[in-house]
């Protein structure tokens, strides 16, 4: 593909506002090479892409601590996919960081909740012990039930499975609402949400076409958020031999934290059965120690960016993927940077193990920020997702900045902005400094301020009238 095909790609070209292309001098690495690009080397300063075609597997692990750049990866690799070939990804987005990317790309979001429901009756596994126990515990963050009332559900769905009914939840609330009407209550206002649906209202099919995101960031609960995607991985690993997938190659499945606290067996099944499918799995974590040794051994590409644990350094060696030397270097990557290890199909002199400079990103500038009605600056989803992460402030007051900015559209006017941070608890000093970090002059945030107080003392004029 040449440089104008990139520039012909409207679709993408038109979404993504792309400053600069990070690659100096595309064309001659386009023709020399294939894969997706990431950077470049340490040493040599050679263009590497990554080309799983050549590779013993499809699958690639991710390892970093937070912050080092495991999810600019991603992004960039998904974006840089789009570009250059029919993309066909399916991403379990569990904090909703993938949106942007997704949409710029002309993908498709699956929004759990909004898009989609699920009754997670309908995948249990009745044969494990723990099955019950663990929508117990969901229904358990919510309900604030008792400790008897959450042995009454539990008996509940025990006895609805032993008869073999069709669960729901709203079905469960009637049986114990003979007896039990407070709970019978409680668990009403949960039926019919997104995960206690009467019925799951999606295909697992319709989930993999082109570029697609399931999007979990509605989910708020934890416990539940990693039960949903233990459940997804189990259906995606349950649905790779049947008919209903269109069976392609180079079909990704992305998955970035999700998997995390769950030992799941069946990502390792998707991880040894995988590549037979066509489907290259991606996952993305911050301890080796939380991928277990199937995952690992199929993974054909290792990516280790930043990491400081002992236990991932005793790993990395005992395994082959690093020696001493590299892992010695690894505790001072900078954002960005990282660690490579290959295995290909051909034995051949190529390089296995080497670092890259810096994830070389294509920034996506989606928020604008304005003053009245002129527009004063783009910001990258980078940029602002940094300044955000920096703030010293709670998660809770994270999520309600993210939630001004996408119902806003990501077009932020400044002055309203600065009213809701104030709104939400956020001193001023913050704001300010936050703003800056943002790139926003000094000017700007100044004129912002007068036009506040100019806003507030007609309010207050009007009040005394
Ligand atoms: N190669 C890079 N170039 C420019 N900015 C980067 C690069 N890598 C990471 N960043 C920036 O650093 C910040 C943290 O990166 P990222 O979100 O990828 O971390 P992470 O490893 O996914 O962390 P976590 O485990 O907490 O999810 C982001 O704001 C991102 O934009
Ligand atoms: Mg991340």
Redesign the pocket.
Known sequence: MSLSSISNSKEVIGKIYMKQMSEPDIRTIEESSTGIYL?KTLIYSLPFFLDVSVLTSPHIA?I?????????????FIIRNSVYSEPNMLILDM?G?YRNVVQGAGGKIFRLGKDFKINLFEFLDYNQDKAVDSVIEIIEAYTKMAKDEAAVVHNAISCAISNAEKISLRAIAETVGRNWPQLKLKLRRLAGSAVFADATSFTISSLFKSLTSIDLSEIESDVEKNFISYILVRLISESLNKESINQKTNKFIIL??AWKSVENIYLSRLFREGRKYGFGIIV???LIGDINNVILSNSSCVLV?KVQNMEDFRILEDTGIANKEHISRMPNLD???CFVYLSFKKENSRLKRFFIK????L?IYSHRIYIGDKMELEI???????AT?NMQIENKARLKIANFVEENGNNIEITAFMQFLTSIGISRAEIVSYLKRMGVSDAVIVEAYERISKIAIEIKEYDEK
């Open positions: 950077g991710v970093g601590m937070t912050g080092s750049g495991k999810t600019f990866m991603l992004k960039n904090n960081e970035d934290e993305a974590s911050q960016f954002m960005g940077e810096k994830i070389d990103g920034p990258s989803d980078e940029k602002f997702e940094l992460r």
